[in-house]
């Protein structure tokens, strides 16, 4: 069977599931309705017969034909359940199948195809920014997925029971059975009230719950997950608080997310001590949104998105494992304009890697590698090195009084991570700045429109000065000082301290490149910590620390500074073996041993 064939099939099969959708919801199969499932079923054999040794999206193709042929069957033992397998499984199986085999075979396998499909996607996300309002039937959908571990899947099913409103009727939960052999099955179709969709066979990233949505927002709610008071009303006033916001989740355990998501909590990760969670949890969840947080992205083990934007979320199959997935995502919302929210005044417990762990282990090898690439291929930049972030930010805030109405201007903000420090830590003191963005390297221009209120696409600083001149309170930037388009440092710094309104601060991270850290790349790979392909061939810029920081103390209006050194406890070891080998160098400056521990410092410069 060719390729056209099997796509006219999947697309008969779509058209004839509607038929049996229609039927069933008037409660009863007529004779068409058992014939087409039969023709359904044989279709899904040689599906699955022509796809049985494929990988990556072809073998999620199999996978969902072999889920049919299981529901089929199903149908055929318990027939007084034919529409709920009808709406719940067989048909967004088909249609599921039927979207991946045609990314499979008419998408993916041009270049050039792929770049349409992804810039058609963008503009559609984009364009639900001025969509007129829609009419949902619930106002929220929460999805329930689980993999096996039944005795965490029952913790998190009888926390959203405890801690949900379900009275108004304005919430569907769905629980979906991702081919668990453990009783998830049974204990799911044991819950009244709720939609249950089996999947006989586990789909690792299955997106065919999104054919099955009538909420207004939809929840995605892991089974490694306890709910606690009040955890959907905060998400849900967080959502309906600006018509911008895409996506936002709540915090929890610090030991259990990274990405700056979590808190310190005073209890165990344990069942044990869910009872000392919730109390915790009562005490902490009080809406506050000076809590709520910009984020450039998010890692979503609880996350509520608006439906009409989760039908273009799907994962891009060129991910074709679990890694980077939520980048993407992240990216995609980013660079279309939608905020992405985290909750510090929402606490969810998150025992950690419970869902998708299972299924992970089962996985061969390291995806981490692989998927990185695939990411920087797709969006032009490397997941890790844009996020324009920086360790320590916090211990400097405190050599600025932060007031309303002020203005910030960010260089080269990349994906936004340290921006959207700056825009917290306003919102956190009750005031909302004005964010100014400077981009020199244009791949970033799209990841600006989510945070900032205008942006200055620049080549050099010189584009800057004469604009604005003295009415910027901070000034920042998203890279290393070595990293932006530098033509005479002081005279660059000079530039940017006359964009500095009276009392204002330039607040800039500085390299050290004679860290222990630096020097060991350097050794080892020829270039600092950078992200290339095997044949792409950069160069870099170094800062001298030492005469930066002697040329400032010395000039006439820039010697107003402060520093802040940044050490990394795991740079220590490596900090030790290299320090024999200095010890013969009788020319070195006093504090070279001291310096190889510092891996970079905050360089702050005031306007008096």
Known sequence: MNQGQVRELLALSAEGMDYIAG?????????????????????????????????????????????????????????????RIIRMEI????????????????????????????????????????????????????????????????????????YTDFSKGNIELILLNNGSDDGTRAYFESIPHAKVMNLRHNILGTYAYTHILEGKYFVGFSNDVVATPHWLEHLLACMESDARIGTAVPTCNEGSISNGQGIPVPYTNTFEGMAEMQRFAAAHNQLNPALWEEHSQLMPFLHIVRCDLVRFCAADPV????????????????????????????????????????????????????????YYEKWGVDAWDARGSFVGVEAVWSWHDLRADE???MLEPRFGDFACDFVNAYRRSGFVPHMTAAVFDAQYLPDTSYLFNETMSVNGIEDLVGKNMGQYDIISAGCYLDELPLKDVIADLEGLYALLAPGGMLLLPVRNAGSAYELDYILHKGLRDVYVLENEVRGYVSIP?????????????????????????????????????????????????????VRMFFLGIFRV
């Open 23 to 83: 039927m069933a919801e008037r409660g009863a199969l007529d004779d068409a309705s058992v014939e087409i499932l039969k023709q359904l079923r044989e279709i899904a054999v040689h599906i699955e017969t022509e796809t049985r040794e494929a990988e990556g999206i072809r073998r999620q193709i199999c996978l969902y034909a072999r889920n049919i042929q299981a529901s089929i069957d199903d149908l055929s033992a318990q027939p007084e359940l034919y529409e």
């Open 545 to 597: 620390y030492r005469q930066l920081l002697n040329a400032l103390h010395t000039h006439a209006f820039l010697h107003q500074l402060k520093t802040y050194s940044v050490i990394f406890r795991s740079d220590l070891p490596l900090t030790e073996r290299m320090k024999p080998l200095l010890c013969s160098d009788e020319y070195l400056p006093i504090d070279v041993e001291e310096s190889l521990s």
């Open 319 to 374: 991910f074709t494992r679990a890694e980077f997935v939520d980048d993407d995502l992240s990216t995609l919302l980013r660079r279309s304009g939608w905020r992405q929210i985290l909750l510090k005044d929402t606490f969810v417990h998150h025992f950690g890697s419970v869902t998708l762990g299972e299924g992970r282990r089962k996985a061969a090898g390291n995806a981490l590698d692989e998927m990185r690439r695939v």
């Open 407 to 409: 203005r910030v201007l």
């Open 91 to 162: 048909r967004p199986f088909v249609l599921e199948m039927k979207r991946l085999w045609e990314l499979c075979t008419e998408v993916l396998p041009s270049e050039e195809k792929r770049a349409l499909y992804r810039a058609d996607v963008m503009e559609r996300v984009k364009a639900l920014h001025d969509a007129p309002p829609k009419v949902w039937r619930y106002d929220v959908s929460i999805v329930l997925l689980a993999y096996n571990k039944l005795e965490y899947t029952m913790r998190a099913l009888e926390s959203i029971l405890a």
